[in-house]
């Protein structure tokens, strides 16, 4: 089929992020629109728009302060009407944050003055700026969380080593979720505040051990996001040494919880030496490691699951999933033996990755742990992470727009060799206002039924999605709903099983 690109470029224009992939959205379903995307014209995001196929001569002409709308259409007509719709979108007054009448202030120094006693800046602009605005930030006495991603390793362990000299925290850069104080902040969910800190190099793996001691009954002093490098040899776990020190002063802390894919041996030794200082216990989470020696204040966990029932307490539930499993092995053509994983957060799909791992399967990630095949099989289990870079180039991430993930259940579904297809719907701030409907959806779209879908439900019900709402939503279109996405990943292994 035969399609039109068209790009337009608006000198000194910024939106943040998460604003852009929410008009991008927008701009994707009007009508002809095949795909858009709209992005400031950094060169490492020109790069990405090129390699998406959404890049013109136009578009390539923006400089990192301009903001580059790219789509294709069916027609020249549509693409020019698709433009101007762009154009109306961007024109729109924006949304006001705060009360009516409030104003918004243009400068950090403005908004300091108009809250007055403010102590946290969140940084979302161009990872090129993040830096500079950070260290400004810093400077004026406020802890930051960057948003931003982009930024250079180097500037990064800067920042923390100021932060560190200056009684300050850094989360981030590439830091989307944070819950301080009972306050969400991007990706995060309305959890009840309580006992158990979180410390977590993982925004979804921070989410989901949240949601989880929020539905044990128990609640959360701090989520705090550290950024995914923060563990790196290079960075030497600055934040989580600073955020261990925050949560150890903080008597409303008791218990804390670390979440984090493996890191370098130097930096594990580092971290479990902190941990063994402090008069708390401690939950370590490092998902995909090996056993680890462990202070005797701390318990390691294999999984999120795990490390949020040593903090709290199992979430009760009724499910029974060896009922379940039963049922569908009996239903289930017996060429039909393989787990489908479709993710939207990184950390869920390490952590299935694991319960295949534990149960001595073989298979296959984009987002691999230590275990997984380095070749994809042409048949087996397979586990897709479509928030990775290569799936969200040019698209909102998969948490904001399903769309992607959803033809992967499809897929999933259509695929004669596939058991069991395992789909996380994270709910909170930032999220897709109903990615359960789009999952059933999805389902209904599929020309088989043949396979289960297995989905976990990321939230609690204070979530303005709602998360019983959500759990609703699937089961009326015969997704089977586990407790956790441990659960489910551990039915899907006990359903493919022949």
């Not at 204070?462 to 019983?468: T, V, Y």
Request: glycine share 10%.
């Amino acid at each position: 089929m035969m399609s039109v690109l068209a790009n337009r470029v608006r000198k000194g224009f910024y939106l943040d992020s998460v604003a852009l992939m929410r008009l991008s959205q927008s701009v994707s379903s009007l009508p002809g629109v095949a795909s858009a995307a709209m992005m400031i014209g950094t060169p490492s995001n020109l790069r990405i728009l090129d390699e998406a196929g959404l890049l013109d001569a136009e578009g390539s002409k923006a400089g990192p302060n301009d903001l580059v709308v790219a789509l294709r259409a069916g027609s020249a007509g549509e693409a020019k009407a698709a433009l101007d719709g762009a154009d109306k979108l961007l024109s729109r007054p924006p949304e006001q944050a705060g009360p009516k009448g409030a104003r918004n202030p243009r400068s950090m120094d403005a908004a300091i003055a108009a809250l007055g006693g403010a102590n946290l800046a969140l940084i979302s602009v161009p990872g090129a700026f993040a830096g500079s605005e950070a260290r400004k930030a810093l400077s004026r006495g406020l802890n930051v969380m960057i948003f931003s991603d982009n930024m250079p390793v180097d500037e990064e362990r800067a920042l923390k080593l100021f932060a560190r000299d200056t009684g300050l925290l850094v989360m981030g850069p590439d830091c989307g979720t944070a819950m301080i104080a009972g306050v969400p902040l991007a990706f995060a969910n309305a959890v009840p505040q309580g006992e158990i800190g979180i410390v977590a190099a993982s925004g979804t793996g921070l989410q989901e051990v949240a949601t989880l001691i929020a539905r044990a009954g128990f609640g959360v002093s701090h989520g705090i996001g550290t950024g995914g490098r923060d563990l790196s040899e290079k960075v030497g776990a600055l934040t989580t040494l600073a955020a261990l020190d925050a949560l150890d002063a903080d008597p409303a802390t008791k218990r804390i919880v670390i979440i984090s894919k493996p890191p370098a041996a130097s930096v594990a030794k580092l971290v479990l030496e902190r941990v063994a200082k402090s008069p708390k216990p401690h939950v370590i989470c490092f998902l995909g490691a090996d056993t680890l020696d462990m202070p005797k204040n701390a318990r390691l966990a294999a999984t999120l699951e795990e490390a949020a029932a040593l903090a709290s307490g199992p979430v009760p539930d009724a499910f029974d999933a060896g009922a379940v499993a039963a049922e569908w092995k009996k239903r289930l053509p017996a060429s039909r033996r393989f787990v489908r994983g479709v993710y939207s957060g990184g950390t869920l799909c390490a952590e299935a990755q694991t319960i295949l791992r534990k149960a001595g399967a073989a298979f296959w990630s984009n987002a691999p742990i230590p275990g997984a095949a380095k070749d994809k099989p042409a048949s087996g289990h397979v586990l897709i992470d479509y928030g990775a870079d290569e799936y969200t180039l040019g698209r909102p991430h998969p948490m904001i727009d399903p769309t992607l993930r959803d033809a992967g259940i499809v897929a999933g579904l259509d695929d004669p060799n596939v058991a069991a297809i395992l789909v996380d719907i994270v709910i909170g701030t930032g999220a897709n206002d109903d990615p359960a409907e789009h999952a059933a959806n999805a389902v209904a779209a599929a020309k088989s039924r043949d396979a289960v879908v297995i989905a976990c439900v990321t939230g609690t019900d204070l979530d303005a999605q709602n998360r019983a709402a959500q759990v609703r939503t699937l089961e009326e279109a015969g997704i089977v709903v586990a407790p956790s996405n441990a659960a489910a990943a551990r039915l899907a292994v006990a359903i493919a099983a022949r």
